[in-house]
């Protein structure tokens, strides 16, 4: 009912769009004219199954199950609560509904990400708790009309600031257009997005997303707004990227995730009233430590993630957790002990948001249940300590991820092998491009 009575307040509405996240947080689906909408509403969208893993190319993947073996069976999608929203980066106005995978018996698709997502929530309520999540999100505006990528020329001034700008007010204002008509789209969209600030990337920019005391919803803005981002910068003429790195000599993009627990009375379990934490906070981190390695895959999903995660590159390396830390994969923030909680460092910009933020609130649900004790924290600079560290290739990531325990307490064997043929695959043909034709692939697409 709600989506019918968005289209009916929005009569200028030409089209629509359906579509749902990919394991790769591609978004797939239809175009459908306004006139049959309702019918897209009512009855659902059909596509094949095997659609929700493509690898990064939009292929299917060889020898899946999903595909030739099954006879390429459809999925029923039916919207999602969020419900329409407009796509203000196009110029015919368009209505996007985003929708999720279900069976013919309307039993979750486990390959869909979304659902991954879900049920790790459903864990966390069956248990009375309910995790409240926000996520900063790391991007390069970039010229991609020549041979090099560089960063846009400023409509203000005509220039290339051709270095990185920390927390420059300066930089924003280059982009001071965009800008605004970025945070006008997220009113518009309904997409919390908070502060905004230069990093040390050229031409790379960091907004933040609000906290939200319901995950889906925050794992459905940074999709969301990932997607905004690259469509509205195409529509000012250059390009919006989240490529975890895309210049060798700069820091690379990440998306770091900040969370928190309520209980059933919504009191915060890693609050004790102390700058340590509560033994729940603890125990949430020595999850988080735990599926650190095998969970990598969904933090750094592509060839080009593992260019970031390098020594003294602002991106961690090393299994290990601190106060107030930003060289630590997980940092405890000072302040306020009523807002005690947990930064997850580890995943780059370039990820699939449901599957990222599933794999990180399982693994801290996996330490609460577990209720063991991390290591001691780490002082001083991460780099310099001994520590396990986090898989610094693909390959090896791709490993970890299959036979991980940790995982499998998060993810359903399903999903498990779905992502593991698809970066498979990936991993196969990526050895065959150029570093140029690398990049290509991974501008626009992540």
């Not at 989506?3 to 459908?32: C, E, M, S």
């Not at 603890?282 to 750094?300: E, K, N, P, Q, W």
Request: proline fraction near 7%.
């Amino acid at each position: 009912m709600q989506a019918k009575n968005w289209l009916r307040k929005n009569p200028q509405v030409r089209t629509i769009r359906v579509a749902a996240a990919d394991l790769n947080g591609q978004p797939r689906g239809k175009r459908v004219p306004g006139r049959f909408a309702e019918k897209a509403i009512e009855g659902g969208t059909r596509f094949p199954m095997s659609v929700m893993n493509l690898d990064i190319w939009g292929e299917d993947i060889e020898n899946s199950p999903l595909v030739l073996a099954s006879g390429d069976r459809d999925g029923v999608l039916q919207p999602t609560e969020r419900g329409f929203m407009p796509m203000p980066w196009l110029d015919t106005p368009t209505g996007l509904l985003p929708i999720w995978m279900f069976h013919e018996d309307g039993r979750p698709y486990e390959g869909d990400p979304r659902h991954a997502l879900n049920t790790v929530v459903k864990r966390y309520k069956a248990r009375g708790l309910k995790p409240v999540v926000a996520v900063e999100l790391e991007f390069f505006l970039i010229d991609d009309s020549g041979r090099h990528l560089q960063i846009p020329q400023s409509p203000r001034s005509g220039k290339r600031r051709k270095a990185g700008e920390i927390l420059s007010v300066r930089a924003l204002d280059q982009f001071d257009h965009f800008f605004t008509e970025l945070y006008d789209a997220c009113e518009v969209m309904d997409i919390p997005a908070d502060t905004a600030i230069s990093e040390a990337g050229v031409g790379q920019f960091e907004i933040n997303l609000m906290h939200q005391d319901d995950a889906l919803r925050a794992a459905d803005d940074a999709w969301l707004f990932k997607m905004l981002v690259k469509g509205l910068a195409r529509k000012h003429g250059f390009a919006a990227s989240f490529m975890a790195k895309p210049y060798e000599d700069y820091a690379g993009s990440g998306m770091h995730m900040h969370f928190s627990v309520l209980d059933e009375d919504g009191n915060n379990v890693f609050d004790d009233g102390t700058e340590r934490g509560s033994d729940t906070l603890l125990h949430a981190v020595r999850g988080c430590l735990d599926a650190m390695r095998g969970s990598t895959l969904i933090f750094a999903p592509h060839d080009n993630s593992y260019a970031r995660l390098v020594p003294n590159a602002h991106a961690p390396t090393g299994v290990a957790w601190a106060y107030e830390n930003r060289t630590a994969a997980i940092r405890i923030p000072s302040g306020s002990p009523a807002a005690r909680r947990i930064e997850h460092r580890v995943a780059g910009g370039d990820v699939n948001p449901y599957l990222m933020i599933a794999a990180v609130l399982g693994a801290a649900l996996n330490g609460i249940e577990d209720g063991k004790m991390p290591p001691p924290a780490v002082s001083g600079n991460a780099y310099d300590v001994d520590l396990p560290q986090i898989p610094d290739s693909w390959e090896a990531a791709i490993e970890a991820f299959e036979t991980d325990p940790a995982v499998a307490r998060i993810f359903a064997p399903e999903l498990i092998r779905n992502y593991v043929m698809t970066k498979r695959q990936e991993y196969r043909y990526i050895q065959e491009l150029t570093d140029q034709e690398k990049i290509e692939v991974y501008l626009d697409t992540v």
